[in-house]
């Protein structure tokens, strides 16, 4: 039974009884001081149950919104057609590249294998390998295509998600270092860095003493500090 | 002390078309005789039956990095001697430092060119 109910019930409970034939005035006034708890109490437990209303409403309507959110985000869009179609394209574009790359230094290989005694012959050999080169180098022009095409479906996730962690408030949480992020961090595997090397190829020779003057221990312990 | 030309050189590198590229540019420089692997683990079996004159190694390959390999080679009485180059696009200081420290020999950022790896291969074994 709700608590308003119980509380009405006992309140009807002591009208009834203020209103038979008591003998006892002092019962009388313990009958009002229980209404006046009575009423007290009512007053309590409907505070309570329109709190819990408006708070059940709101989390209802925050529900309702994250569904909306959600939705917006298209995620049946994004895991079933734009990633896995973006995956293909960058798997097309590791092997055009790789095809192109073996077309190319095959044709290298058999030019500096090729026999040099008739020049005439060599020569249009060497042309007709130049242009296997030229033909191979089409890879280029496809490639660049699927790229452009996974970095605007990149940019189009990442709007999404940017709006959506921006409407629910959303904070990045602390993540666990899985024991892949812990290979990759004792093995120092950084990958190629953006813009070129970060160290050139003249300071390594410089700390290798293969031209100009080699850095001994404590030039290299300097470059931590 | 003259180049021995005819000892084995081991090229280690995940990519095939690395490989391929390395040991176009040792054939042109006079190194004939190239063997291959595909990662550290690879290498080092290939390393324990057979003496290899110089290695020319990768840094990032599964499950055995190139890292790894070296200071395995440097830690082994019997491979630690073996010349070591580390041709890689990890081009943080801290790698090369790391490598350095590790014991290689000498380290190439990649793209390189045939001239830095012949100048390499020179500092490491001597003008050929």
């Not at chain 1, 012959?121 to 699927?146: L, N, P």
């Not at chain 2, 290498?43 to 039956?49: I, P, S, Y």
């Not at chain 2, 009485?77 to 041709?87: G, R």
Request: glycine residues 4%; charged residues 30%; proline residues 4%.
């Amino acid at each position: 039974m709700p608590a308003p109910e119980v509380a009405t019930k006992v309140r009807d409970a002591i009208i009834a009884l203020k209103g038979a034939d008591l003998k006892d005035p002092r019962l009388g006034e313990v009958l009002n001081l229980a209404s006046q708890m009575s009423e007290a109490m009512q007053m309590f437990f409907s505070s309570i149950d329109r709190t819990l209303f408006d708070e059940m409403r709101y989390i209802s309507s925050y529900i309702q919104r994250t569904r909306v959110e959600i939705s917006n985000l298209r995620p049946n869009d994004l895991s079933e057609d734009r990633i896995p179609r973006a995956g293909a394209e960058l798997h097309a574009v590791v092997q055009h590249t790789a095809e192109a790359t073996n077309l190319i230094m095959a044709v290298a290989e058999d030019v500096m294998a090729a026999d040099t005694s008739d020049p005439a012959a060599y020569q249009a050999f060497v042309s007709d390998k130049m242009m296997e080169i030229f033909e191979a180098c089409t890879f280029q022009d496809i490639t660049g295509q699927r790229i452009k095409k996974v970095v605007d479906t990149l940019t189009h996730i990442e709007h999404r998600l940017e709006r959506f962690a921006s409407v629910m408030g959303v904070e990045d949480a602390e993540l666990e270092e899985t024991s892949e992020d812990k290979r990759k961090r004792e093995n120092l595997l950084n990958g190629p860095a953006l813009n070129g090397p970060e160290v050139a190829q003249d300071d390594i020779d410089a700390m290798f003493g293969t031209e100009g003057p080699s850095m001994d221990q404590n030039d290299l312990d300097a470059l931590f500090d | 002390m003259a180049v021995d030309m005819n000892a084995p050189v081991l090229v280690v590198d995940d990519y095939q078309t690395m490989v391929r590229i390395i040991r176009n540019l040792l054939k042109q420089l006079g190194f004939e005789n190239v063997d291959e692997a595909s990662d550290g683990r690879e290498a080092l079996e290939k390393m324990r039956t057979k003496k290899y004159g110089l290695v020319i190694s990768d840094w990032n390959m599964e499950p055995m990095t190139g890292y790894e390999l070296l200071r395995e080679v440097r830690a082994d009485e019997i491979l630690k001697p073996t010349p070591f180059i580390m041709v890689t696009a990890e081009s943080k200081t801290e790698n090369v430092i790391a490598a350095k420290k590790a014991g290689v020999n000498n380290y190439i950022v990649k793209p390189f060119n045939a001239q830095t790896l012949k100048a390499k291969v020179a500092s490491v074994l001597g003008d050929f």
